[in-house]
């Protein structure tokens, strides 16, 4: 079945990501937070940690970021960048297992320009895709329509990420 999410509370945590400073930063306050129910904060690693994205452009869309408060790839390091890829690979195979998407956008936006949501603190994105996922996403009413729940995706992430962590 297909579920229309319609969540205006998010309007707000968009205007919260228009500040440059660190303590309403959407990232920063994501990794603080106990709670990682509320933020969708799927797995924290020692230098980064991933989450859900609020406004998935597929179901199971997440986005990884350094715990560092940087605007810029060149401000992380090797080792920080080394850890979020293996995420990465663990956050794919995880969404294999679940949705069976047919490839995968992976990648940063680096600047407003280049199209970040959130340019303060750098992420990459980890977006499933289907052949006809432009199909199945029509847009009523100015919101996207998902197949699936966020807090559905977020229960099954988690589960799968736990059963395939370091087999990747
Ligand atoms: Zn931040």
């Not at 970040?116 to 052949?131: F, S």
């Not at 006809?132 to 807090?151: K, Q």
């Amino acid at each position: 079945m297909v579920e229309i999410l319609f969540a205006p509370w998010r309007l707000e945590y968009v205007s919260a990501a228009d500040t440059r400073d660190r303590s309403e930063c959407v990232f920063c306050s994501a990794f603080e937070s106990k709670d990682d129910r509320a933020t969708l904060t799927l797995r924290r690693d020692p230098a980064s940690f991933a989450l859900l994205n609020l406004y998935p452009y597929t179901t199971g869309h997440a986005m990884v970021a350094p715990v560092q408060h940087c605007s810029d790839l060149a401000d992380v390091d090797v080792e920080t960048l080394c850890e979020m890829m293996s995420t990465v690979k663990d956050l794919m195979a995880a969404m294999r297992e679940l949705y069976r998407p047919h490839g995968f956008n992976v990648g940063f936006n680096v600047g407003e320009a280049a199209g970040a949501g959130i340019e303060e603190h750098l992420h990459l994105h980890v977006v499933p895709r289907w052949h006809a996922d432009n199909n199945m996403m029509t847009v009523i009413g100015g919101s996207r329509v998902i197949p699936e729940d966020l807090g559905r995706t977020f229960e099954r992430m988690v589960g799968a990420l736990k059963s395939i962590k370091g087999k990747s």
